[in-house]
């Protein structure tokens, strides 16, 4: 649909029951398609209008059913085709003239893809809708790239962040920095790739050790995936030295070590830190 104020689109459906249509918050996972859930799979093959965000891949929207509608409202920095205050009015008029809508998202729409904003906004318009839940990015990029998110050894706990600069400014992450050191937890940062410098400089700052072991996972799932391991201190400069281009996910702490033993993929960067843990693990 390239042109979103369509009449068709928002006139009455004939016989349709009275009261707006259901809109359903799908999580395109990852990027492989294969790791769609079979609900999700079946809500594509089924749509008749999908919206869906930028980072939901090529070959996810290649199943939604011929002939549907697709309309991109993606956003990616500082780049926007719609507000998010607008993407809910589409939803909403969409809804309210009987249509069903499939909203797609990247990984799931309850992590950090503002499913829960979307979903509050349909709730307080008395718009019925669901959810369906996909593989996160984190969950995606720690099974393809062979680090897991818990180890007994290595991590008991898991902090997700988003790595998004406070506005307005270059330098400034709003973060609970003290919780984000303790030991023995593993950091997955979202969206962080370009405050990478100030994420590593303020870790370090604030108690973790530089050396901690620290990788970058773009891509994840992907045929094109990369997985570069370093340190936290030597991340910047493999980010910058291997142009690694979004989306990529960050992960910090003690499980990037098993990288070595699990991963499938050629690894690119700093592996001694991974080698050496490897070795005291099998020694």
């Known amino acids: 649909m390239s042109n979103l104020e369509q009449t068709r689109h928002f006139m009455g459906v004939p ?55 697709l309309v991109y409202v993606g956003k990616e920095s500082s780049h926007h085709t719609l507000p998010q205050h607008d993407i809910v009015e589409l939803m909403l008029r969409l809804a309210r003239s009987g249509r069903p809508v499939v909203r797609l998202k990247g990984g799931d729409p309850y992590t950090f893809g503002r499913g829960g904003e979307e979903a509050q906004a349909l709730a307080e318009a008395g718009v ?69 410098p100030v994420l590593s400089a303020q870790l370090i700052n604030h108690g973790m050790d530089p050396q901690t072991p620290a990788a970058l996972v773009e891509r994840a799932t992907l045929p094109s995936q990369r997985t570069l391991v370093g340190t936290l201190q030597s991340l910047p400069s493999l980010a910058h030295e291997h142009q ?8 910090i702490g003690g499980v990037v070590s098993l990288h070595a033993v699990l991963g499938s993929e050629a690894c690119i960067g700093d592996t001694s830190v991974a080698d050496s843990a490897a070795e005291l693990m099998f020694s």
């Open 15 to 69: 016989g349709s029951a009275p009261g707006p249509a259901c809109v359903t918050l799908v999580g395109a996972g990852p990027g492989d398609p294969d790791l769609l859930t079979l609900k999700a799979a079946r809500a594509l093959a089924a749509a008749r209008i999908v919206l869906y965000d930028h980072l939901v891949s090529r070959e996810v929207l290649e199943l939604v059913a011929p002939g549907a509608d």
């Open 128 to 196: 019925p809708f669901e959810v369906i839940p996909g593989i996160s990015a984190a969950q995606g990029a720690a099974a393809c790239a062979g680090i897991p998110l818990t180890h007994r050894d290595h991590a008991s706990s898991v902090q997700w962040v988003t790595g998004h600069l406070r506005a307005g400014s270059k330098d400034a992450l709003n973060l609970d920095w003290p919780a984000l050191v303790r030991p023995r937890q593993t950091l997955v940062v979202y969206m962080g790739l370009a405050s990478l």
């Open 244 to 251: 690694v281009c979004s989306p990529t996910l960050i992960l």
